[in-house]
Protein backbone atom coordinates (compact mmCIF):
# COMPACT_ATOMS: atom_id res chain seq x y z
CA UNK A 1 0.00 0.00 0.00
CA UNK A 2 2.92 2.39 0.88
CA UNK A 3 4.78 1.85 -2.53
CA UNK A 4 1.27 2.60 -4.11
CA UNK A 5 0.64 5.76 -2.66
CA UNK A 6 4.14 6.97 -3.51
CA UNK A 7 4.01 6.02 -6.89
CA UNK A 8 0.65 7.95 -7.43
CA UNK A 9 2.50 10.80 -5.79
CA UNK A 10 5.20 10.64 -7.87
CA UNK A 11 2.84 10.78 -10.92
CA UNK A 12 1.14 13.62 -9.60
CA UNK A 13 4.47 15.39 -8.84
CA UNK A 14 5.85 15.07 -12.01
CA UNK A 15 2.94 16.75 -14.17
CA UNK A 16 2.78 19.39 -11.20
CA UNK A 17 5.18 19.74 -8.51
CA UNK A 18 4.20 22.60 -6.70
CA UNK A 19 0.81 20.84 -5.44
CA UNK A 20 2.24 20.38 -2.32
CA UNK A 21 1.76 22.37 0.59
CA UNK A 22 4.87 24.95 1.80
CA UNK A 23 6.25 23.62 5.10
CA UNK A 24 9.52 25.74 4.99
CA UNK A 25 11.48 28.08 3.11
CA UNK A 26 15.43 26.85 2.21
CA UNK A 27 17.95 29.03 0.65
CA UNK A 28 17.85 26.85 -2.42
CA UNK A 29 13.83 26.80 -2.52
CA UNK A 30 11.01 26.01 -0.53
CA UNK A 31 10.48 22.60 1.27
CA UNK A 32 7.23 21.15 0.32
CA UNK A 33 5.17 18.39 1.91
CA UNK A 34 2.30 16.40 0.42
CA UNK A 35 0.44 13.80 2.52
CA UNK A 36 -0.10 9.84 1.55
CA UNK A 37 -3.72 10.05 3.08
CA UNK A 38 -3.72 5.92 3.60
CA UNK A 39 -0.60 5.36 5.29
CA UNK A 40 -0.85 8.51 7.01
CA UNK A 41 2.67 9.30 5.63
CA UNK A 42 4.15 12.94 4.59
CA UNK A 43 6.63 13.23 1.37
CA UNK A 44 8.79 16.03 2.19
CA UNK A 45 10.44 17.61 -0.98
CA UNK A 46 12.00 20.44 -2.77
CA UNK A 47 11.35 21.41 -6.19
CA UNK A 48 14.25 23.64 -8.31
CA UNK A 49 12.54 24.85 -11.20
CA UNK A 50 15.75 26.18 -12.51
CA UNK A 51 17.11 22.80 -12.83
CA UNK A 52 14.10 20.90 -13.43
CA UNK A 53 14.68 18.64 -10.37
CA UNK A 54 12.89 17.47 -8.05
CA UNK A 55 14.55 16.03 -4.65
CA UNK A 56 12.83 13.97 -1.94
CA UNK A 57 14.13 14.99 1.44
CA UNK A 58 12.11 12.79 4.01
CA UNK A 59 9.30 9.95 4.22
CA UNK A 60 7.70 10.74 7.56
CA UNK A 61 5.03 9.38 9.48
CA UNK A 62 2.29 12.00 10.11
CA UNK A 63 1.11 10.52 13.27
CA UNK A 64 4.49 11.03 15.00
CA UNK A 65 3.43 14.17 16.51
CA UNK A 66 6.35 16.01 15.20
CA UNK A 67 8.63 17.10 12.28
CA UNK A 68 11.37 15.24 10.92
CA UNK A 69 14.75 17.64 10.83
CA UNK A 70 15.00 18.88 7.19
Known sequence: MFLDEVDQVELMLRTNPEIGIVYAAHKSGFIRRVLLPRTEYHLYYRFR???????????WGATRGRAPKL
Open 49 to 59: ADRDELMVLSV
